[in-house]
């Protein structure tokens, strides 16, 4: 057997995974590029090498089967040797652009690409498994995502041209379904959970998998996010209904035609989705180039009724088209292979500058750094013109009412219904730096200078304790649902337990010292809103957690060496985001053991996170706007006109934050 070291030269590790590796590599008889993938094996474990090498030799067995023109060819297989053991491999074109997943983190298809360009791509993507499904023996693919197909960029396209040449591989999980069976058992659920069909769920695979898992990329490929929002529960594809791409991007999609046929291919029995994968993408495609044809008739109408559109409007109007078949001669194609998945607030302490006048950017969208962003789609559902500037904002748990401090002025509380609630102006409360809410949201607690004094909603009083410190201020507090108040007082962080009779008594309880070792004497503390948890993030990048019950267990203690400017926590206490200083944004699950979403490079720096009951995550940045998005999307997709402060209310989808340009300006929005 051919040995891998005899001919293919290894230059670089491309994906070092759990069950495989990936290696750019020279073929030294015909000195090409090429990509290497070699089984790596277990050392520990013979039962799981059997399993993998089993499932790499079907993989090869297929590949090697298999021609067309939008799927991966198999160049080469044979044996190689890794860590003292025969193993095989298998060699395929290299492709610098990587998969449709790398290319949409720097250039998403729901905002570079047009509508029929997206269609385009999904239709290449069903022609590659229509081909699989149609032959005999039936090949179901079992993993469709954007990870697994390559792309070739065509250059220059037009709006109504094939921008992207698409690639099928990985069979690494494909069966073979003989035409006598209806579907296949399989043995493990494998696959990737995001995109994985309710059946496979079950352990049973049908051609029409395939199909939902593409109706799923579609999807994502057409508005940015997901119509399941799954995490790591892949149950979700098996009871929770899927949105419609209208209602993921009202702004993108209108047309209620491609909401059918998109719900159509998720339906949850395989027996009602469309008869095959290629009828699905031909009748997206239909429905598509139906959106595109009614808004170039719109913006016809609206050009002779002599609107102002600007120019490069019009010329974005995509066109329904036929697209030739591109076909890449293959000595001209050059790939590589992703991955395969196995499983898959701060103190306002400036004014605010005159907003900068933003250039005017196509379909309504805002243009920040370079980068376009859809509108969110919330209205206005109350105004407040605050006496001063704002330093922060506070929602009271039930979500009625928000608390403002302001500088130099007594804090307010404001109601959704419009009324506004001042407290006295004494030297006590004056200038307050941060306040919190008691659980029942009847008590505000208020930090100034090394003070923390609480007052009574109420009775309209300050109640009796005093809480004074050693320091010139209170760096952060935070106050449970469980009646914990953590307070961050120099270089310490300290829990007391303060219930509600506590407040009536002029001293505090006794404190529990929470941090073991000094810390940076600034930083961000929050409560998860079950109580159960205490996150703190540092100046020094240091993240700590903390649980809280009976007995305190630190739960980690990580060093990530960017400043911490946010944290906040889902409403349902699932997982929370923290905001750094070097534009990036991470959430993780309530353990802190596993990351669930990453957003770097953002477009300036995030000054504030906030995250609503539907887990959609606010990101507030230094450049007076304020990013959204969902944790299972790559980037934040929507925008509004709003600085500096936002806030989501924790039982309704309202976001409070201040006007674009204007600190003393309170918008209360709602979806």
């Not at 996150?535 to 700590?544: K, N």
Request: glycine residues 6%; neutral net charge; contains cysteine.
């Amino acid at each position: 057997m051919l040995m891998a070291g005899e001919r293919y030269e290894r230059i670089d590790l491309l994906y070092p995974g759990n069950m495989s590796e990936v290696w750019l590599a020279r073929d030294m008889r015909t000195h090409q590029e090429v990509a290497l993938k070699i089984l790596k094996p277990v050392v520990e474990d013979d039962q799981l090498n059997h399993k993998a090498q089993e499932r790499f030799q079907r993989e090869i067995k297929i590949a090697r089967s298999l021609k067309h023109q939008h799927i991966l060819p198999l160049l080469d297989s044979g044996w190689t040797h890794y860590n003292q053991r025969k193993v095989p491999f298998l060699i395929s074109p290299y492709m610098p652009e990587r998969s449709l997943a790398s290319m949409a983190k720097k250039q998403a298809p729901w905002q570079y690409w047009t509508l029929v360009q997206t269609g385009d791509a999904i239709l290449q993507a069903a022609q590659s498994l229509w081909y699989l499904h149609a032959r005999q023996p039936a090949i179901i693919h079992g993993d469709v995502k954007p990870g697994n197909f390559l792309v070739r960029a065509v250059r220059d396209a037009q709006p109504t041209q094939r921008c992207v040449e698409l690639f099928l591989f990985d069979f690494g999980i494909a069966h073979l379904k003989d035409v006598s069976v209806e579907y296949i058992e399989v043995s493990d659920v494998i696959g990737t959970y995001q995109y994985m069909a309710p059946e496979q769920v079950n352990q049973r695979a049908y051609c029409a998998s395939d199909q939902y898992s593409l109706a799923i990329m579609a999807c994502w490929m057409l508005t940015g996010r997901f119509p399941i929002n799954v995490g790591t529960n892949p149950l979700a594809h098996v009871v929770d209904p899927p949105l419609a791409p209208s209602q993921l991007n009202a702004e993108r999609i209108f047309s209620s035609a491609i909401d059918a046929v998109i719900l159509r291919a998720l339906a949850k029995d395989p027996e009602q989705r469309f008869p095959t994968v290629l009828a699905f993408a031909q009748s997206l495609q239909q429905a598509i180039e139906q959106q595109a044809s009614e808004e170039k008739t719109a913006r016809t109408i609206s050009v002779d009724l002599a609107l102002d559109v600007l120019p490069e409007e019009r010329s974005r109007a995509p066109e329904a088209a036929m697209h030739p078949r591109y076909t890449l001669p293959p000595e001209q194609m050059q790939f590589s292979l992703d991955p395969i998945d196995i499983r898959e607030g701060l103190v306002l302490d400036e004014p605010i500058a005159p907003a900068p006048v933003k250039a005017a950017t196509t379909s309504g969208r805002r243009e920040i750094s370079g980068r376009l962003y859809t509108p969110l789609a919330l209205q206005t559902l109350a105004h407040f013109d605050l006496p001063a500037r704002l330093r922060m904002l506070s929602w009271q748990p039930q979500g009625e009412i928000l608390a403002c401090a302001l500088y130099g002025e007594p804090p307010c509380i404001l109601s959704r219904n419009g009324l506004v609630e001042h407290l006295p102006r004494v030297s006590q409360v004056e200038d307050t730096h941060e306040l919190c809410w008691s659980p029942d949201g009847r008590i505000l607690a208020l930090s100034k200078g090394g003070e923390v004094r609480f007052w009574d909603r109420v009775e309209q009083r300050l109640l009796p304790l005093v809480m004074r410190f050693q320091a010139r201020s209170i760096v952060a507090f935070s106050w449970s649902s469980t009646w914990n108040m953590a307070l961050w007082i120099g270089e310490r962080v300290v829990l007391y337990a303060l219930p509600l009779h506590q407040l009536h008594i002029p001293q505090p309880p006794l404190p529990v010292t929470l941090s073991r070792e000094e810390m940076s004497g600034s930083g961000v503390l929050c409560w998860s809103p079950d109580g159960k948890r205490l996150v703190a993030g540092t100046r020094s990048g240091r993240l700590m957690c903390w649980r809280i019950g009976q007995r305190i267990e630190s739960l980690y203690d990580h060093e990530d060496g960017e400043i911490v400017r946010g944290i906040s926590w889902a409403p349902d206490s699932s997982f929370y985001a923290v905001a750094f200083r070097d534009n990036r944004v991470e959430g993780w699950e309530r353990s802190g053991q596993q990351r669930i979403f990453q957003w770097s490079n953002l477009p300036s720096l995030p000054r504030m996170v906030s995250i609503a009951p539907d887990g959609r995550v606010a990101v507030v940045l230094n450049s007076q706007r304020t990013l959204f998005g969902f944790p299972g999307e790559l980037a934040p997709l929507y925008t509004l006109p709003v600085s500096f402060q936002a806030t989501w209310s924790p039982t309704r989808i309202e976001l409070a934050a201040l006007d674009e340009g204007n600190d003393t300006r309170l918008t209360i929005w709602g979806g």
